[in-house]
C-alpha cells in the first residue's frame, strides 16, 4: 500500500517551490444539492473491499483502501460487495455517484478526459487483500452498456437486474473500474456523512 500512497502523494503535490504558510478558515460554505439521482435510496449497499492493482506493478499487493486510485493505463481499482440473503427476489442497481466538489466534503483528484471502463467479475468472487493485477478474479458478466465517461456532477446507473442472491446465503459481487485516459482518486463514503455520496454504490428496490 505504501507504494500506492507514494504515487497519489507525488501526484497531488505542487511542483513549485512556494513556501507553506498554515492554513487559515477563510469561510465556510453550504453544500449544494446533489446531483439528479445521487442521494442514496433508502435500502443501499457500500464497498465492502476495494482493492487497487497495476498494470505496471502486475505481481505486486496493495491490499484494501478507502481511496481507490485509478490512472491511465496502470492503476484500476476492484471493489467488492456483498448482497445480503434478504435482497432475495428483489432489484439491484450498481451505481457510481459523482458530486462535485460544492456538493460533498469527501476529498477527490481527477484529471484527464473522462473515459472509463468496467469490468465484472465472476458472482461470488471478488479481492482480497492479497489480490494483484496477475492474480485477478475470474471474470463474470459486466454491465451491457456502461457509460463511457464519468464526470464531475453526475450520477451514472451502472447497471441493473435481479440481485441474483438466494437466502440463506449472501452473495458477493465484485468489478474492476480502469481508464485509458484519467486519473481519479477519491475518499469511497460510506453514505452520506460528508455531503452527497461518492462512489460506487448498490440500491436495493
Keep these: 500500500m505504501k507504494v500506492t500512497l507514494s504515487l497519489l502523494a507525488t501526484l497531488l503535490s505542487c511542483t513549485s517551490a512556494s513556501p507553506v504558510y498554515p ?6 460554505r453550504q453544500l449544494e444539492s446533489c446531483p ?22 502486475p505481481d505486486v499487493a496493495f491490499g484494501g483502501t478507502r481511496n481507490p486510485l485509478i490512472t491511465p493505463n496502470d492503476f484500476c481499482t476492484i471493489f467488492n460487495l456483498v448482497v445480503p440473503p434478504s435482497a432475495t427476489g428483489d432489484t439491484c442497481t450498481l451505481e457510481f455517484l459523482f458530486p462535485n466538489n460544492l456538493q460533498t466534503h469527501s476529498p477527490y483528484a481527477y484529471f ?25 478474479p475470474p471474470p463474470g458478466p459486466s ?10 456532477g453526475n450520477a451514472y446507473t451502472i447497471n441493473v437486474g435481479g440481485c441474483a442472491v438466494e437466502a440463506p446465503n ?8 480502469c ?23 448498490v440500491g436495493i428496490s
Design 170 to 177: 449472501s452473495l458477493e459481487v465484485s468489478g474492476m473500474l
Design 143 to 152: 454491465p451491457p452498456e456502461p457509460p463511457a465517461v464519468l464526470s464531475p
Design 179 to 201: 481508464s485509458t485516459d484519467t486519473t481519479f482518486s477519491f475518499y469511497q463514503t460510506q453514505g452520506d456523512e460528508l455531503g452527497c455520496p461518492i462512489g460506487f454504490f
Design 112 to 136: 484527464g478526459g473522462g473515459h472509463f471502463t468496467f469490468m465484472g467479475y465472476a458472482f461470488g468472487t471478488g479481492a482480497t487483500d492479497q489480490t494483484t493485477y496477475n492474480n485477478q
Design 23 to 28: 492554513l487559515t478558515v477563510v469561510s465556510s
Design 36 to 57: 439528479v439521482n445521487g442521494n442514496l435510496p433508502p435500502t443501499y449497499l457500500s464497498p465492502t473491499l476495494m482493492v487497487p492493482v497495476s498494470k505496471n506493478l
